[in-house]
């Protein structure tokens, strides 16, 4: 019989069921941010789009943030209230955006990481890193440590890194195992998941092998990426591309499969960039149409048409498109190319694919106030040897990536200072940023 788990989440006091009703929480969260003790005012959300959106704190240097309780009810309560603070409903053109506390609050994160990372189709890897047999890569998600192997049969496995006897991790980083074994006391493992060797059990009573293989988590392909699913689901069968896709990308496939990201492209490398910022932080730049480009990214502009900016907006994507300018200097050096595709997958994954180049940006939540964004670079084929033009293209995108960190650093502080609640939209140019925070909204309340 196979094994069903639920995360157990290391923040776990917010799964517990609250003593008040959901819409106790939000009658409280229209008389004070996080409770009747902070003399806040907040706007008035009801189901509908009224006109009465905005709203002033009575002190404008008032802070949207305070600490957060020990008290497991008081935890998941003080979790509501900052969800409760959003209204989807309302139109982008009154809509103010999520306050502060949505990027600052231990509860938020602990409630975002049950109700959105552990939820549906998370991207993790590409095919690249599972090649050929007995090659794996392990990465961690919150409190979820795994692995992802290919077995002698060319199968695809995910487990939970987590050795069944005393709870070590059983790998680390990628490379090619026929097995794993367990550094701590030897307990090893098949690349499908079975336990091949329980070392010095003599005298153990009531121990069944076939009870303590690796836990397992439902893997599935898309293209050059390897998605991993958390939830509680297990199939008895490989999972179907193209079921898989309908889940995670929508009525989006077709544009993106079509839009040139696909595994054709050669694999280049890998960065990896700590930022002192929630990761929402860093999505939201991602999503703000272009509207900081020709502010903070001037080389990257004078690539770019910025007026030909659009965006679609689908059920868990949307994706930016923008026109090239195609400069080209005397060495005929154009990494942009004609167009640029930016396609932004709910909750944390990022497609850009612009010239000859793909590069992805997966964020993972560090903390309240850390995250971690990984970079992986694919190129056409034909450029692959071509090191001059990669050199200088990474240089490029080097560059990109050190304004947009300085930025969203810039941008996490100020959302910790008491000035800051909540914000406005531009809404000819953020329509996708707020897609993203409707999406959060959604599955938080849910």
Same mark, same amino acid.
């Given at each position: 019989?196979?094994?069903?788990?639920?995360?157990?989440?290391?923040?776990?006091?917010?799964?517990?069921?609250?003593?008040?009703?959901?819409?106790?929480?939000?009658?409280?969260?229209?008389?004070?941010?996080?409770?009747?003790?902070?003399?806040?005012?907040?706007?008035? %959300? *009801? &189901?509908?789009? /009224? =006109? #009465? $959106? @905005?709203?002033?704190?009575?002190?404008? %240097? *008032? &802070?949207?943030? /305070? =600490? #957060? $309780? @020990?008290?497991?009810?008081?935890?998941?309560?003080?979790?509501?209230?900052?969800?409760?603070?959003?209204?989807?409903?309302?139109?982008?053109?009154?809509?103010?955006?999520?306050?502060?506390?949505?990027?600052?609050?231990?509860?938020?994160?602990?409630?975002?990481?049950?109700?959105?990372?552990?939820?549906?189709?998370?991207?993790?890897?590409?095919?690249?890193?599972?090649?050929?047999?007995?090659?794996?890569?392990?990465?961690?998600?919150?409190?979820?440590?795994?692995?992802?192997?290919?077995?002698?049969?060319?199968?695809?496995?995910?487990?939970?890194?987590?050795?069944?006897?005393?709870?070590?991790?059983?790998?680390?980083?990628?490379?090619?195992?026929?097995?794993?074994?367990?550094?701590?006391?030897?307990?090893?493992?098949?690349?499908?998941?079975?336990?091949?060797?329980?070392?010095?059990?003599?005298?153990?009573?009531?121990?069944?092998?076939?009870?303590?293989?690796?836990?397992?988590?439902?893997?599935?392909?898309?293209?050059?990426?390897?998605?991993?699913?958390?939830?509680?689901?297990?199939?008895?069968?490989?999972?179907?591309?193209?079921?898989?896709?309908?889940?995670?990308?929508?009525?989006?496939?077709?544009?993106?499969?079509?839009?040139?990201?696909?595994?054709?492209?050669?694999?280049?490398?890998?960065?990896?960039?700590?930022?002192?910022?929630?990761?929402?932080?860093?999505?939201?730049?991602?999503?703000?149409?272009?509207?900081?480009?020709?502010?903070?990214?001037?080389?990257?502009?004078?690539?770019?048409?910025?007026?030909?900016?659009?965006?679609?907006?689908?059920?868990?994507?949307?994706?930016?498109?923008?026109?090239?300018?195609?400069?080209?200097?005397?060495?005929?050096?154009?990494?942009?190319?004609?167009?640029?595709?930016?396609?932004?997958?709910?909750?944390?994954?990022?497609?850009?694919?612009?010239?000859?180049?793909?590069?992805?940006?997966?964020?993972?939540?560090?903390?309240?106030?850390?995250?971690?964004?990984?970079?992986?670079?694919?190129?056409?084929?034909?450029?692959?040897?071509?090191?001059?033009?990669?050199?200088?293209?990474?240089?490029?995108?080097?560059?990109?990536?050190?304004?947009?960190?300085?930025?969203?650093?810039?941008?996490?502080?100020?959302?910790?200072?008491?000035?800051?609640?909540?914000?406005?939209?531009?809404?000819?140019?953020?329509?996708?940023?707020?897609?993203?925070?409707?999406?959060?909204?959604?599955?938080?309340?849910?």
């Amino acid at each position: 019989m196979a094994m069903t788990w639920k995360p157990n989440n290391c923040l776990q006091p917010l799964l517990l069921e609250s003593k008040k009703s959901r819409s106790q929480l939000q009658s409280q969260s229209n008389s004070s941010c996080f409770g009747p003790s902070l003399d806040r005012t907040l706007p008035n %959300f *009801s &189901s509908s789009s /009224s =006109s #009465s $959106s @905005s709203f002033k704190p009575k002190n404008p %240097f *008032s &802070s949207c943030y /305070s =600490s #957060s $309780s @020990s008290d497991p009810t008081t935890a998941l309560e003080e979790a509501w209230r900052m969800v409760c603070q959003f209204d989807p409903k309302i139109p982008i053109q009154e809509a103010l955006t999520p306050p502060s506390s949505w990027y600052t609050h231990p509860s938020f994160l602990s409630l975002e990481f049950d109700r959105v990372f552990f939820r549906g189709w998370q991207a993790v890897g590409y095919t690249e890193q599972i090649k050929e047999s007995g090659n794996f890569f392990t990465g961690r998600l919150g409190n979820v440590e795994y692995v992802v192997c290919r077995d002698n049969n060319g199968t695809i496995h995910a487990f939970h890194n987590v050795c069944r006897h005393h709870a070590s991790l059983l790998a680390s980083g990628t490379g090619r195992r026929s097995c794993f074994a367990c550094p701590y006391h030897g307990w090893t493992y098949g690349l499908d998941g079975a336990l091949l060797k329980a070392t010095r059990i003599t005298g153990v009573r009531n121990f069944n092998v076939n009870e303590f293989g690796l836990v397992p988590i439902r893997v599935a392909l898309w293209g050059p990426f390897v998605l991993l699913s958390l939830e509680k689901k297990l199939p008895h069968s490989e999972a179907d591309s193209n079921i898989v896709g309908n889940e995670w990308l929508g009525s989006s496939c077709e544009m993106l499969s079509t839009g040139g990201v696909n595994s054709f492209l050669s694999y280049v490398c890998r960065r990896r960039y700590t930022i002192e910022c929630n990761w929402q932080v860093f999505c939201d730049n991602y999503l703000d149409g272009g509207y900081h480009v020709p502010y903070a990214h001037k080389g990257l502009a004078s690539g770019l048409e910025l007026e030909s900016y659009s965006t679609t907006i689908f059920e868990r994507v949307n994706v930016q498109q923008c026109e090239g300018s195609s400069v080209e200097n005397g060495d005929g050096f154009d990494r942009l190319g004609s167009k640029a595709l930016y396609a932004f997958i709910y909750p944390n994954f990022m497609i850009n694919r612009y010239g000859p180049w793909m590069d992805t940006n997966l964020v993972l939540p560090l903390g309240p106030r850390k995250c971690q964004v990984i970079f992986d670079y694919f190129l056409d084929a034909s450029l692959k040897d071509d090191k001059s033009f990669i050199e200088k293209s990474l240089e490029d995108s080097e560059r990109v990536q050190m304004e947009d960190i300085s930025l969203c650093e810039a941008v996490q502080k100020g959302l910790e200072s008491p000035a800051y609640c909540s914000g406005r939209y531009a809404p000819s140019v953020e329509k996708a940023m707020h897609h993203f925070h409707s999406l959060l909204y959604d599955n938080l309340i849910d």
